[in-house]
């Protein structure tokens, strides 16, 4: 607790976040992750620009019927007053007012060269807008924040200005000054010594909200925090324009688990992961794999060295417990593994090999001598458990025998490029004979297979494949490469990925989709 209150976490996905690239949120969407960002424990959301943006001026409209923020506050953003009008007749700020948000951001010009040139007005009339609207809100209720847009810029231009700015908007009662790196140009020190200077200088309470352009936006806002910043904006996942935002869980995380701060409410950093995939799943914006705490990669160990020592100590090759972010270890099959890899992998699916150096050594020299073939087993735990079974057990496991398949593709008079499979297999003592049509070879073989199997084991029409990749290995040899394809299939309830490698892509497909169905069933009837 500090003198001016609890500390502020304060996302802008919604409205900053939302402004990368390729992201593009309907109304529902953005109800759906402020529930999300709640769940999380932030303390203000900031949902969009009410009179602006029809989209947002909906979504503040159905937020009052339709959100029941547990833990966060809505914050609502928008402009100061235009040059030369009252607040109060404002059609803007009147929009902000009628939003039926508690909180009002408002974004105002702190650096004198936009004042002149963007807004194109006085650095007298500039002061007299932020003056004028932060008290009107005031007046009408609402707790108002300001975000000092270019603020580090305007800082080295014209120092005495820019604070004046923050000074002005705190004495008619602005609650929280944000420092904005608009441009994301700055480095940590920088940030460090700015910071500093506004706090002992205006005595107002600053924020941070760093863009990531130089690399720094966490760095840059935990550097704003060390220097007496006790609020910080920031983006799930680190979304926003150009090259993004702050990411606020990393940010969070390193607050609450690196500098021992209480920013979120007890427990709920371990809700981080889950949120994090499931915001990614709203804005179809694939999750980083790579991301700091919660990256499916982020705790995932390949090197054997690494897994030697992990099998003494997880702590030995991990900066924390994965599972305080709600994330977990994973131990990656590869031909960088040693044995000490393959034990614990074994382990982790469920095989107690410590006892049977034979199988660990076998499985070991496998995985080395498949990956020089193509294979790769890092994302393919289906198919690397497959194997396991198969050293373990003495047999691979199998629910059908594959006599043989083909497949033809045929260009039709309409100009529709058709594909037909046939495939011919025993299951449960059956010989089946089955023709499946799709809109390429693998799809066409997908349906054959599963109609075939379909009729022994009927729990096969649960699976469906969800993810295909497809990865040319030598592509100095063109059409006659090896490829590899990487298959994900589900039940329903959890997924699996399957490898394949072959001469073409059909071969390449055909094994993964075997492996993909043989680990379905073996789930199923294990």
């Given at each position: 607790m500090d003198l001016h209150g609890s500390f502020h976490v304060y996302d802008t996905t919604l409205r900053d976040g939302a402004q990368q690239e390729g992201l593009n949120l309907s109304v529902a969407d953005k109800l759906s992750i402020a529930k999300q960002l709640d769940g999380l424990g932030v303390g203000y959301i900031e949902g969009g620009w009410p009179g602006a943006n029809p989209k947002d001026t909906e979504f503040f409209r159905r937020a009052r019927e339709e959100l029941d923020l547990r833990h966060a506050r809505l914050a609502a953003f928008g402009a100061t007053r235009r040059a030369?009008?009252?607040?109060?007749?404002?059609?803007?700020?009147?929009?902000?007012?009628?939003?039926?948000?508690?909180?009002?951001?408002?974004?105002?010009?702190?650096?004198?060269?936009?004042?002149?040139?963007?807004?194109?007005?006085?650095?007298?009339?500039?002061?007299?807008?932020?003056?004028?609207?932060?008290?009107?809100?005031?007046?009408?209720?609402?707790?108002?924040?300001?975000?000092?847009?270019?603020?580090?810029?305007?800082?080295?231009?014209?120092?005495?200005?820019?604070?004046?700015?923050?000074?002005?908007?705190?004495?008619?009662?602005?609650?929280?000054?944000?420092?904005?790196?608009?441009n994301g140009g700055m480095l940590p020190d920088w940030v460090s010594d700015v910071v500093l200077d506004v706090v002992e200088t205006t005595?107002?309470?600053?924020?941070?909200?760093?863009?990531?352009?130089?690399?720094?936006?966490?760095?840059?806002?935990?550097?704003?925090?060390?220097?007496?910043?006790?609020?910080?904006?920031?983006?799930?996942?680190?979304?926003?324009?150009?090259?993004?935002?702050?990411?606020?869980?990393?940010?969070?995380?390193?607050?609450?688990?690196?500098?021992?701060?209480?920013?979120?409410?007890q427990g709920l950093l371990r809700e981080a992961t889950r949120i994090a995939h499931a915001v990614a799943e709203v804005t179809n914006v694939p999750p980083a794999s790579r991301q700091p705490y919660v990256g499916t990669s982020a705790f995932a160990h390949k090197a054997g060295l690494h897994a030697s020592a992990i099998k003494v100590d997880p702590d030995l090759y991990q900066h924390l417990d994965p599972l305080v972010v709600g994330n977990d270890m994973r131990l990656l099959v590869s031909d960088m593994a040693g044995r000490a890899s393959i034990e614990l992998k074994g382990r982790e699916l469920g095989y107690d090999l410590s006892q049977d150096r034979d199988v660990v050594t076998r499985v070991t020299e496998r995985v080395k001598e498949l990956e020089q073939r193509g294979y790769t087993f890092e994302a393919a735990d289906a198919s690397f458990e497959l194997l396991l079974a198969e050293e373990v057990e003495g047999t691979r496991p199998s629910y059908f025998d594959v006599e043989s398949w083909r497949v033809i593709t045929e260009t039709r008079v309409q100009g529709e490029a058709v594909s037909e499979a046939t495939v011919k297999l025993r299951a449960e003592g059956v010989r089946y004979v089955v023709t499946g049509e799709g809109n390429g070879p693998v799809n066409a073989l997908d349906a054959a297979l599963r109609e075939a199997i379909g009729q022994a084991f009927p729990e096969v029409a649960k699976f469906e494949l969800i993810d295909y990749k497809v990865r040319i290995l030598d592509q100095g040899h063109g059409t006659d490469a090896i490829t590899r394809v990487l298959i994900e299939t589900t039940d329903g309830e959890s997924s699996w990925v399957t490898v394949g490698v072959g001469a073409n892509v059909i071969e390449a497909s055909w094994g993964a989709l075997v492996d993909g169905l043989t680990f379905g069933l073996r789930r199923h009837h294990r």
């Open positions: 030369g009008v009252r607040a109060a007749d404002d059609p803007l700020v009147a929009a902000l007012r009628d939003s039926g948000a508690g909180v009002v951001t408002l974004v105002a010009k702190s650096h004198d060269r936009h004042v002149e040139l963007a807004l194109r007005t006085t650095l007298e009339e500039n002061l007299a807008m932020v003056r004028d609207t932060v008290s009107h809100l005031r007046e009408e209720g609402q707790t108002v924040f300001l975000d000092a847009e270019h603020f580090f810029d305007g800082y080295r231009a014209n120092r005495a200005y820019a604070l004046e700015v923050l000074r002005t908007a705190a004495e008619a009662g602005a609650e929280v000054v944000a420092l904005c790196d608009t005595g107002a309470r600053v924020g941070i909200h760093a863009h990531n352009d130089s690399g720094c936006a966490v760095a840059n806002s935990l550097a704003a925090v060390a220097a007496g910043a006790t609020h910080v904006q920031g983006c799930i996942n680190g979304y926003g324009e150009r090259t993004g935002n702050a990411d606020l869980v990393t940010v969070v995380a390193n607050l609450e688990l690196k500098l021992d701060r209480s920013v979120l409410p």
